[in-house]
């Protein structure tokens, strides 16, 4: 038997790994319908881009909006962050605690990631943090760390 959760913001906010792909089955929630046209963007640090060890990532979302996870509403959504990975997360299930989610519609994140070169990608996620159909997902830059 299928398990179902009913996300709620409370739960959302104190518990992300609850969003597990065994919590939720890939086909007990429907993906929402993103626009052909919408794209999400790292706004800086831009592509290539030495920072410090702790720098500011602003992101950016052209032809839709941005909610906070657990408000539903059409051609909106809230971004999650990918830090050196090297796969995208599944399209058809909640994005688990591998990403960082940012359910409150933030639109920028502070890091502080080790000296070297790292990778950031922008995934954006529909109100139970599924990506939309069609994903919307950024181009993955490269940094380095001083």
Do not use: C, R, W
Not at 32 to 55: E, H, K, L, M, Q
Request: proline share 8%; aromatic share 4%.
């Amino acid at each position: 038997m299928k398990k179902f959760v009913q996300l709620s913001l409370l739960t959302l906010a104190l518990t992300p790994a609850l969003l597990a792909s065994e919590l939720v089955s890939a086909n007990s929630l429907p993906q929402s319908v993103s626009p052909a046209n919408a794209s999400v963007y790292i706004i800086s640090p831009v592509d290539g881009a030495t920072v410090p060890a702790t720098f500011t990532v602003t992101f950016g979302l052209k032809d839709m909006g941005v909610s906070p996870a657990g408000i539903e509403k059409k051609h909106t959504g809230h971004h999650h962050l990918l830090v050196d990975k090297d796969s995208l997360p599944a399209f058809d299930m909640p994005m688990g605690g591998d990403v960082q989610h940012f359910g409150g519609g933030q639109t920028q994140t502070t890091l502080t990631l080790p000296k070297g070169q790292h990778t950031l990608q922008l995934i954006l996620g529909d109100h139970h943090h599924i990506p939309h159909k069609p994903a919307v997902v950024s181009k993955k830059i490269t940094i380095t760390v001083e």
